[in-house]
Structures are given as structure tokens and as C-alpha cells.
């Protein structure tokens, strides 16, 4: 039993010399900046998380990823367990904050209490035609330019250096549950996609995974969902058109099957667009996989050396 189950991924928070210049890039990728000081970026999506990206002016890299709890309750076993304190969360939306350090140093917040952002408008998806089924009649569609509307952050990645010894930290203090573990052969695992325990609640494929790398442990991307496929394509034109660095995309993944649309921000970390992916609930079980099903393609480009 573990100490808690979280309910959703929260934030990201990197370090970066430059804020105008991540700002820039955020945009482009279709967050809203809500915080702009000399020392920190915060930004949102469309959804009702108060912030789903932090900035910290320095030298550039990942700071750590945090997870939302459901109560400060929860929060206040877990820091009971873990010898650590409840504070209050400096950043838009407020609420408390347990920060923790996992078996490879990635500092882990686990948050609680924070007041929900008012929705962003996003334009309603608009209907598809497909033969036989025809869901827009006499109407025509238009798409207007623009960046991807993110609406959420559904997803982290991180690199770990013991996949096993990580795995039993994460599951054992918020409850992650296997969707998929990455098999090398029968007896080693290479990591596995984890999905939140929340019941008959249904939840995400993956809100982390977790994979042994051989280039060590660190951040390996960042996935936010954005409104629908013609808002990714919008959004990747966007992201084309402003020159930043396109690292693999547009696909569709065989693990958690969603469209995905990966990019580099300007300092080299991977934030991934994506839409349409599976959502599971604690009963729908856990599989065995392979590295093929992993950076296989249903549709799409080869993934790059620089994924693997
Ligand atoms: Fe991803």
C-alpha cells in the first residue's frame, strides 16, 4: 500500500540564463506566461492548473517535476514518512509543498491545495467528416494560425539509473500503477510507462515513465496535451515556422497510442505535444512490451538517435 495516490502530474522547472528568450519559446509552444519577474517564469495552460512550467534564472537545466496530491492531508503523512516539512508553494495558485529528493537526486514536489486557474477559452473542436460518417454538413472548417493551445501537462520522463530502485520509490510513496513495463529479455526491464491509482477514476496511460538510460539519469522530456490534431498540426507549423528545433514528430506512439509532436526548447530540453491518448482505470491491468513497441511508430518517423 502505498503512502499516498496522487491524482495528476503538476508542474516542471527548469533553470535557464536567458527568461526572454524561454519566454519566447513557451509561447511559440503555446503555454501563457502568468508570472514574469526578473528572477522567474511561471507559465499555464488552457486548463484549470494554476501553472504547468516554472523557470528559475541560472545556469540552464532540469530543476525537478512535481505531482498533485489530493489533500494537504495527504501531504502531511507523506512529509510525516519522509522526515520532511509541509511548506507553502511559492507560485501562482499557491497551496503547500513537500519536496523530496528521488534515488537519483531529481528533486520531486508533491503538491496540494492549490487554487484552480479560471479555463482559458480553447475553440471547440470542430467536426470531421469521414466517408460514412459525416459529422459537418454545409459548413466549412477553417483553422486559423497560430500556436497549439496546451491545455495540460499529462506526462514526465525521467532517467533513471536503477529502473527497479526508482520504480519501488515512486510506487511506494504515490502510488503509480504499470501500464506497460519495457522488457530487454525476461529477466531485465528497461523502465515502464505509470499511470496514476485512481480507481475507477480513469487517468492517463502514463503520468511517468521511468527508463534506464545509459546516458545516466536526467530529465528526458516533458508532454503536454493540447486541444485536438488540428491544433498539434497548427502548433507544430507555429513551432516550424519560428525556427525552433524539431526533434521527432508528427506520429502516433504504439504505447499509450497518442498523436505526439516532440521539440527542443532553447537550451535542449524536449517538451512533447500530444492528443488522443488511452485512458485507463486501476482495474484495465499492466502488460509486458518491448523496445520495439516502445519507439515504434503506428504512423510516422523513426524515432531519432537522440530518443533513444
Ligand atoms: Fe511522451
Redesign the pocket.
Known sequence: MSLLKIEDVAYVRFRAPDLAEMRAFLEDFGMVVTEATATRLAARGAGPSPVVHVTELGDAGFVGVAFRAESVADLERLAAAEGAAVEALDLPGGGSVVTLSDPDGHRVDVVAGQAPADPLPVAAAQAWNRPGAHDRLRATKRIAAGPANVVRLG?V?LNVSDFRASERWYKDRLGFITSDEIRLSPAFALGAFLRCDRGETLTDHHTL?LVQSPKGPGFN?A?YEVADLDDLMRGHQRLKDAGRHAEWGVGR?IL?S?V?D?WRDPWGHTL?H?TDGDLFTAADGSNIATVQDLLGVQWGPQAPPTMG
Open positions: 506526462h520522463v515513465f522530456h508532454a506512439h499509450g497518442q505526439f516532440y512533447e500530444w
